[in-house]
């Protein structure tokens, strides 16, 4: 083989799959514990929205986020920021992970099966008689409060354990050079458990269909899908154990020296925490990133999922359909992992990469509200094609939501956990704490309060002109901060190379 024809080889392999051999040591590991901290949160988010927009409504979401979901992230981070200063990165691990495994287990054995006992009927009707008729949803969500709980879980599952827990770890082990080539492929390990855990949630959610009528099928249903959640639970910390044993041992693959340069250790108390991330404009305009996507995602979402709850009213048909569109995300997302998302980032560069999700969240946008609103002016031609105007609003959802979140997961994600690596260690744990889980959270209830005022004055049929406006305008914001945020992170991280590196990329023997 010529030398041009070695080279043309090697710049194919590398594009397809930039990892040299003895590397795969430490990706697959990570690689496989990302993909079950991304089963399961497929799982929970299915379920969770399943859960409350069958029995509360999609009305009830706005204020879950809000009521809910925010206090509790502040809760959490409270307790997180104390334990950090007084348990091992380890420890901190187990001790926050294992809490969320045995909620999911005991709800499905004890707390569900004793739903109706349990559920305040008559407290929560005096409640909703005393609030606007658009506020219905907050009773519904306190009539419905074991659901309540599981949602807020279930949302910080997403924040905890996948932004926090595994990209903090992801990033602590983790150099640059090698985030380039790893974040990528990481991500794989996410949208191949969006192929499994789809069909696994149509699976045990079509099993209504063999049971007698006089059977719970959605009780059978959530018993097999809490089941795989706490398996899957088990096997990331089982995971976490062994590369902590294996991998961090092995000086090729981790120098605490190299990776994270050894500076005086500060305990930082939690006002302390803020006013880091107040007074410092690179982790400001992280922050700015994540509550932009925060807001965006779920202004979408709750008016897609209102349209989704009138066609599968059903716990059991609304489950599946959210199997299938949790497996087309995934097929969709590992097409541009493989062909966009780490090419993208080498290629064009950091900055280029960070913006390309806020445009996808742009254009799809506007065709998925433009669709709603003018949807009467297409009966003709909706009719002709043999649909509903019900069933292409829930079909053009999905379309945006599909194209969101592959674009998040391919590009977004790893754009945002790069921009950690070059930040110290108070910044990269406390900071990320910070911003990854209250940030998110105050991203989404953002969304959401915007739409509970909105909601004081109408339905969400009628006010979803506004929150298409208003979702323009966040993006115009979000694309700001990136473009701000790209200034900074390319100072930061112009070093003169190091030693035994050529163009970016380790020397191997």
């Known amino acids: 083989m010529s030398q041009g024809t070695k080279q043309e080889f090697g710049k194919w392999r590398s594009f397809f799959w930039p990892v040299h051999g003895f590397e795969l040591k430490k990706l697959l590991p990570m690689f496989l514990m990302f993909f079950f901290i991304s089963f399961n949160y497929t799982i929970l988010r299915d379920t969770k929205d399943t859960l409350i927009v069958t029995a509360a409504g999609a009305e009830a979401l706005p204020f879950l986020k809000s009521f809910g979901v925010v206090p509790a992230a502040i809760i959490f981070m409270i307790i997180f920021s104390k334990l950090s200063n007084v348990l091992s990165k380890e420890n901190l691990f187990y001790v926050t992970l294992l809490p969320f495994i045995i909620f999911f287990g005991l709800f499905a054995t004890f707390m569900y099966p004793a739903r109706e006992s349990l559920m305040p009927i008559e407290s929560a009707a005096t409640f909703r008689s005393y609030l ?15 659901y309540s709980i599981f949602y807020i879980l279930a949302e910080l599952w997403g924040s905890v354990v996948l932004s926090l827990l595994f990209w ?30 789809g069909p696994a949630i149509v699976y045990v959610s079509d099993i209504r269909k063999t049971l007698p009528a ?10 097999y899908l809490m089941t795989m959640v706490v398996i899957a639970g088990l096997a990331v910390m089982a995971i976490y154990w062994w590369i902590n044993r294996n991998v961090l041992t092995d000086t090729r693959f981790y120098e605490p020296a190299v990776v994270n340069p050894k500076k005086k250790k500060t305990k930082m108390s939690l006002s302390d925490s803020f006013k880091f991330i107040f007074t410092s404009k690179y982790i400001l305009c992280l922050a700015m990133l994540v509550i932009a996507y925060g807001i965006c995602i779920n202004l979408v979402e709750i008016t897609w999922k209102s349209q989704l709850k009138i066609q599968y009213p059903n ?41 390309v999700t806020p445009v996808v969240l742009l254009i799809t946008g506007i065709g998925f509200f433009s669709f709603v609103i003018f949807r009467d002016n297409l009966a003709g031609v909706i009719a ?12 053009f959802g999905a379309a945006q939501n599909i194209m969101s979140k592959s674009a998040k997961y391919s590009l977004f994600d790893p754009t945002k956990e790069m921009a950690y690596i070059p930040l110290d260690e108070d910044s990269k744990v406390k900071g990320k704490a910070a911003v990854d889980v209250v940030g998110a959270r105050l991203g989404k209830s953002g969304g959401s309060m915007i739409q509970m005022s909105l909601l004081a004055f109408g339905t969400l049929a009628t ?24 200034k900074q992170f390319l100072s930061l991280t112009a070093a003169p190379k190091a030693d035994g590196e050529i163009n970016n990329e380790p020397v191997t023997s």
């Open 168 to 197: 903090g770890f992801a990033n602590q082990i983790t150099r640059v050079i090698e985030a380039k080539r790893f974040y990528s492929l990481f991500g794989l390990g996410a949208n191949l458990a969006l192929l499994v855990s």
């Open 315 to 355: 716990p059991n048909d609304y489950s599946s359909f959210m199997g299938w569109f949790s497996f087309c995300t995934g097929a969709v997302t590992i097409l541009m992992m493989l062909f966009v998302g780490g090419n993208l980032i080498r290629w064009k560069g950091w900055g280029f990469a960070a913006m």
């Open 214 to 223: 006089d059977v719970d099928a959605w009780q059978i249903s959530l018993n």
């Open 463 to 486: 006010i979803t002109p506004y929150i298409g406006v208003i979702l323009m305008i966040v993006i115009v914001g979000w694309l700001y901060a990136a473009r701000s945020l790209n």
């Open 132 to 146: 606007p008729g658009g506020w219905v949803g907050l009773a519904a969500a306190y009539e419905n409060w074991m």
């Open 384 to 395: 002709a094609i043999g649909s509903t105007p019900l069933f292409l609003a829930v079909m």
